[in-house]
């Protein structure tokens, strides 16, 4: 079983819905949580950090769960830019022993 | 303020030849990654530094693959020989310990 897993997708979204997608680990002693965002062809740039509350930015929601050791993100109004893969990082331990997971592929279409 | 640069940003090269891939990380940040990216296995941890020394290297695929980091502000991956299977994205990053990743745009490599 792998560290951390995501639906590799894609998902194909009309543009305006709200999707949501989770991605699960399998170390309880995991620390720290984020999503990174990928667009075609280029780098990974962090989205958001994860946060035990559960944290909103804008459009984007992410929320986390120790007991079932997941973490999600919600997009709502999505928008055609929001085409990416979304990838979810898990830092198992205090300092960057980050497990990537293989990324969910969104397609936000008009 | 400039990010992670990496270079070459593409390169095409024949089985058995050697690669260099340098990367210059964001000023003043003390953690430098080297990560590989393809289709098939995502995107793998090669090594990584801190304050200039290797932390871990568990990643680096064999003794193939090589990296230094002489200074703060520089840091090479190297690949002898080189073979198809390393083809991939490789990507450099840095960080501030205890926060953000940043990425370099990667380096595409084609080994033919």
């Known amino acids: 079983r792998k560290e951390v897993e995501q639906d590799p997708g894609p998902f194909n979204v009309p543009e305006g819905a709200t999707v949501a997608f989770n991605c699960t680990y399998s170390n309880s002693a995991s620390q720290s949580f984020f999503w990174y965002r990928q667009d075609c062809r280029k780098e990974p740039k962090l989205l958001m950090s994860v946060y035990s509350s559960g944290n909103e930015d804008g459009r984007f929601t992410a929320q986390l769960n120790r007991a079932s050791q997941y973490i999600s993100l919600l997009i709502r109004d999505s928008k055609l830019s929001d085409s990416a893969t979304y990838l979810c990082?898990?830092?198992?331990?205090?300092?960057?022993?980050?497990?990537w997971g293989a990324g969910t592929k969104l397609i936000i279409k008009p | 303020d400039a990010g992670v640069i990496q270079s070459p940003r593409h390169e095409v090269t024949e089985m058995g030849q050697e690669v260099t891939l340098r990367c210059k990380p964001i000023?003043?940040?003390?953690?430098l990654f080297w990560y590989r990216q393809t289709m098939m296995r995502g995107l793998e941890l090669l090594i990584y530094?801190?304050?200039?020394?290797?932390?871990?290297d568990s990643g680096m695929p064999e003794d193939r693959f090589s990296a230094k980091m002489p200074n703060a502000s520089f840091s090479t991956l190297k690949i002898q020989p080189s073979e198809p299977r390393d083809s991939a994205v490789y990507f450099c990053?840095?960080?501030?310990?205890?926060?953000?990743?940043?990425f370099g745009e990667g380096s595409w490599l084609t080994v033919v």
């Open positions: 000023s003043g940040h003390d953690y």
């Open positions: 990053a840095s960080a501030i310990s205890g926060n953000t990743i940043y």
């Open positions: 990082v898990v830092n198992k331990h205090s300092n960057y022993q980050l497990i």
């Open positions: 530094f801190n304050n200039n020394v290797p932390i871990d």
